[in-house]
C-alpha cells in the first residue's frame, strides 16, 4: 500500500504556489512592449526610417500611464491591508 502522505505533500506544494495576478501580468507585458517599441524605433531611426513621432508620444503616454495607474492601485491596496 503505498504511503498517503505523498499526495498531502504535493497538495501543500500546490496550495502554496502563488498565482500570479493580471494586474502583474500586465506589467510585465507593458515593461516588455515598451522595451521592443524602443529597440525597434531605434533601429529604424539608424537605418533612416525614424517611426512618427506622434506615435511614439503616444505609445509611452499610454504605457506610462497605465503602469503609473498600477502602481497607484498596488501602493493603495498595501496600505489598506489586501497585498
Do not use: C, Q, W
Not at 503505498?2 to 504556489?17: D, H, L, Q, R, V
Not at 513621432?53 to 503616444?58: G, R
Amino acid at each position: 500500500m503505498p504511503y498517503a502522505g505523498f499526495k498531502n505533500e504535493e497538495n501543500k506544494a500546490k496550495k502554496e504556489k502563488k498565482k500570479m495576478k493580471n494586474r502583474t501580468k500586465f506589467v510585465i507585458l507593458s515593461m516588455i512592449f515598451t522595451i521592443l517599441y524602443t529597440t525597434v524605433s531605434l533601429v529604424l531611426t539608424a537605418f533612416g526610417h525614424p517611426p512618427e513621432s506622434e506615435l511614439t508620444v503616444s505609445v509611452f503616454a499610454y504605457f506610462g500611464s497605465e503602469l503609473f495607474i498600477l502602481a497607484g492601485i498596488k501602493i493603495t491596496d498595501r496600505k489598506d491591508g489586501n497585498d
